[in-house]
């Protein structure tokens, strides 16, 4: 495997050989494991330049603003599969055929219910609990109710887990909205698919049963399939970390949503629209674009900006395009989309932002259209941790299935050095 040879030289020590391997695209990585036995550690706060893994689900090129799930460009799925494809996709390696996609639709439909034991979860939560804050219970809760599932070593229990997260999450998304409404929870449907389900459980109820609207079904769809995965991020990382351990899938997944939650990460869609909300008029933007630019504000603009890409993001692409066809079906004009497009406006032609190449990213419109369907703020993150959930398993389970070691980083200790307890 190893294609090239690098050599580290430290100041007064013999030259350390490391060897350097090539993946099949992006850069070439230089393997340091062998350092340790040197007494050097290498440090890289944040993971700006170490791949913590080996993979072959995702790949990201961030200055051309690629973004391929197993080799499949995003906008050729997001136009041409669905989300259950795009699971499937993700989890086994290749497009399903016919046969195998309806099989694999319909055993997703047939884990959509949750235990009826888990709705008792929700009485202990306050109802103005944030959505995020019962998903990370919930969802760990799943382990307590599955346990013929929970043996990671075997291939057909992680099958099932996968297929369990996958078919529940929306379940549990929606029940989450309910009862922050005080609404009764609804159960699942198995003639409708699984977006047009999700919207169902989210704003029908006993007394009356709406019709799902198909544009919007195909926009929640489409919001989930620009979710599916996006490498090795700092949730699905935490999943990995998680699984490292040897803990069970539900939760490492609850992990995962834990630290989706953060708003420089997955909370930053609803953020977005929290940032609209306080700029509150387009005549206060200049204000807020200046706040942004400050280095002494803590203020930034949610919704710009990427750790991986530094010229445009390509879901942002298509969600924008979403967008429009939301709007356009619901015959909305939001003053707040107005503010949105003209503070994209701004900031793209701002220099502050051009140098640093600050571009919107999916978060920026993906809230837009989600307050467009009717989803309210607060649920944003548990949309995308809904979409996220067959990256996060597929990483997982990549993981379990090849030898690994549990993830244990370590550190440059600039603490005090070995001192005496004092005698008092
Ligand atoms: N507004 C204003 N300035 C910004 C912003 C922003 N949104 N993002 C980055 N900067 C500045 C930052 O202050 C720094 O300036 P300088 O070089 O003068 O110190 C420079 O741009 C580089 O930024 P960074 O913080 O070093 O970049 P990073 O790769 O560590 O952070 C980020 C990436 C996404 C956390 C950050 O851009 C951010 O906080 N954006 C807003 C939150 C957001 O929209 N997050 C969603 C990301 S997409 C969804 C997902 O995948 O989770």
Redesign the pocket.
């Known amino acids: 495997m190893a294609d090239k040879k690098a050599q580290l030289i430290i100041e007064g020590a013999a030259p350390i050989d490391l060897p350097v391997y090539s993946g099949t695209l992006g850069p070439d990585v230089v393997d340091v494991r062998g350092l340790t036995a040197e007494g050097v550690f290498t440090f890289d706060p944040?993971f700006m330049a170490t791949s913590s893994c080996e993979s072959k689900i995702t790949y990201i090129d961030g200055d051309k603003g690629i973004l391929l799930h197993r080799g499949y460009p995003i906008e050729q799925l997001a136009e041409k599969a669905d989300f259950l494809e795009t699971c499937f996709l993700l989890l086994k390696g290749e497009l399903p055929t016919d046969e195998e996609k309806q099989t694999f639709d319909t055993t997703i439909k047939r884990h959509t219910m949750v235990h009826e034991q888990l709705s008792h979860f929700f009485n202990g939560f306050r109802r103005d609990a944030h959505p995020m804050a019962i998903m990370c219970g919930v969802v760990g809760a799943l382990s307590a109710f599955y346990h013929d599932s929970l043996d990671i070593n075997d291939a057909h229990h992680r099958e099932i887990s996968a297929i369990r997260l996958i078919a529940k999450m929306p379940t549990l998304a929606a029940m989450v909205y309910k009862y922050s409404v005080g609404q009764p929870f609804m159960f699942p449907r198995n003639n409708l698919s699984y977006s047009e389900n999700f919207l169902h459980m989210m704003f029908n109820t006993p007394c009356e049963e709406k019709k799902i609207n198909p544009v919007l079904a195909k926009a929640m769809d489409r919001v989930f399939v620009l979710h599916a995965d996006?490498e090795q991020?700092?949730s699905t990382s935490t999943v990995r970390l998680a699984g490292s351990s040897g803990a069970n899938p539900f939760a490492c997944i609850a992990a995962g949503i834990a630290a989706?939650w953060g708003?420089?990460?997955?909370g930053?869609n609803e953020?977005?629209l929290r940032m609209l909300d306080e700029i509150g008029d387009v005549s206060n933007i200049d204000k807020f674009v200046e706040k942004?630019?400050d280095?002494d504000d803590p203020f930034?603009?949610?919704?710009?900006?990427?750790?991986v890409y530094k010229n445009f993001?390509p879901r942002a692409k298509v969600m924008k395009q979403t967008c429009d066809e939301v709007l356009g079906e619901l015959g909305i004009n939001d003053p707040q989309l107005e503010l949105a497009m003209k503070l994209e406006e701004i900031a793209l032609t701002d220099p502050?932002?051009i140098e640093?190449n600050?571009y919107p990213?999916?978060?920026?419109y993906s809230g837009i259209i989600l307050k467009a369907i009717g989803i309210p703020t607060e649920m944003f993150t548990v949309i995308f941790a809904t979409g996220r959930t067959p990256g996060w398993i597929a990483h997982w389970n990549e993981m379990i299935s090849n030898p690994y070691k549990i993830g244990r980083p370590r550190q440059l200790y600039t603490g005090s050095e070995q001192r005496d307890y004092p005698t008092r």
């Open positions: 944040g996006h991020n700092a989706l708003p420089a990460h997955g930053a953020a977005v942004a630019k280095k930034k603009l949610m919704g710009f900006g990427h750790r993001d502050y932002f640093r600050l990213n999916v978060d920026f």
